[in-house]
């Protein structure tokens, strides 16, 4: 991501890639002293939430990788259970 601002009428659009991504033009979510500091703490949150998600992609993960060990000595015990004669 390569975010940046330019103003706009009495807002502001946020480029990615220089490219037009958001238009505030008659709402500004993050209301500052200035409408620079405005689009900057737009950005700011974005970035801030980009980063959360990539957290929680890696917390995803790494639940999937408990399931998947647990899952691995459940069915280890399964085996060995029924390789002594006992039954499910």
């Given at each position: 991501m390569n975010l940046t601002?330019?103003?706009e009428g009495i807002g502001y659009v946020i480029?990615?890639?220089g490219v037009d991504w958001?238009?505030?033009?008659?709402y500004v979510p993050f209301p500052r002293e200035t409408i620079e500091e405005s689009a900057q703490a737009h950005i700011d949150d974005i970035i801030a939430k980009a980063?959360?998600?990539v957290q929680e992609a890696i917390?995803?993960?790494q639940l999937q990788q408990q399931i998947l060990s647990q899952q691995e000595q459940i069915d280890a015990l399964v085996l060995a259970q029924l390789m002594q004669g006992g039954s499910l």
């Open positions: 601002y330019r103003l480029m990615n890639h958001f238009i505030q033009d008659t980063q959360e998600a917390t995803i993960e």
